[in-house]
């Protein structure tokens, strides 16, 4: 037990390490944002130009894609929520994500989720229509 306790206590040291060098993001946006869509893959590409539209609008929307998923980019999405910035998770699946997203918020600032499933791919339009709804417009 003493050796297995080392061992983990060592991986842990590890994972501490991991956290702090190796978390990567994009940011698109963000400070002057009303709300953050959360994006990765292609989700993220679909959002970029849901943000782009949303410009043209007039309408202050912002990106934030992680990179990696692990570890997950809490602190910086923490510190947004901290801004009061709202967080909108897009996603290809029913919510994986946006769980992380909520644990990162911590209940700071609201965190909504728009997906689709099955290989379905949302569209530019579908995810700027959830924003616009989102922030009233």
């Keep these: 037990p003493e050796s297995l306790e080392k061992q983990i206590n060592a991986r842990f040291e590890r994972y501490d390490q991991i956290r702090k060098q190796e978390v990567r993001f994009e940011e698109v946006d963000v ?36 990179i990696t998923l692990w570890p997950f980019p809490s602190e910086r ?40 499933c099955g290989g379905m791919v949302p569209s530019e339009e579908e995810v700027l229509a959830e924003a616009s709804r989102l922030l009233g417009r």
């Design 31 to 66: 400070e002057a944002a009303d709300l953050i869509l959360v994006a990765y893959g292609p989700s993220s590409r679909v959002s970029l130009g849901a943000v782009q539209q949303a410009k043209a609008r007039g309408i202050k929307l912002g990106l934030f894609r992680p």
């Design 77 to 116: 999405i923490a510190a947004l929520a901290a801004k009061g910035k709202r967080f909108l998770a897009v996603e290809m699946s029913k919510g994986q994500m946006v769980e992380d997203v909520r644990l990162a918020v911590n209940g700071k600032t609201d965190v909504s989720f728009f997906g689709r």
